[in-house]
């Protein structure tokens, strides 16, 4: 398989979690909490990378780039994503209840507090709204981001032909 499909089926599945997330959002009225939000900027930020690559169709240097930019920026995306699904584990009376949206904190605090926030978790962000075969939506989308890191690392550390 050419390293061009690769990068293009990446970023095809970043796309389909991020059409997934719309419809949760708009179709299922199940509105996102900061740390959600955090998840899709890394699936857009990853999806982008497998783009860039993708059109770029580079040789063995650029490759190795874009993959470990890619790993990286899922390496990221499961650091939040993991935070999420801690937070969403914690017992009932030691979960945060629902704070400020994500646009509230923005306008209210300065950027690095509002970074604080996000990831403490407030926002309703321990609410497990949504779930498949026992799994919350953090959860798929940390197994995601590990599928991901595991992609871009490949891209680094394999021999794939420019085909």
Known sequence: ????????AGFLICAGLMAAALYFQY???????????FQRLFVIGVGLIL??????NPGRLGRRLYGGLAALTAALGAGVA????WIENLPFDRQLGCGYSLNDML????LLK??????AGSGGCGQVTWSFLGLSMPSWTLI????????????????????
């Open 107 to 110: 306008e209210t605090f300065p």
């Open 27 to 37: 179709g299922m009225k199940l509105e996102p909490c900061p740390l959600c939000i």
């Open 51 to 56: 783009l860039a690559g993708a059109l770029h």
């Open 82 to 85: 993991g935070r999420h699904v």
């Open 144 to 163: 995601f981001f590990i599928g991901f890191a595991v992609l871009g690392l490949l891209l680094v550390f394999t021999s794939l032909g420019k085909r």
């Open 114 to 119: 509002t970074l604080k926030l996000v990831l």
């Open 1 to 8: 398989m050419s390293q061009r499909i690769i990068f293009l």
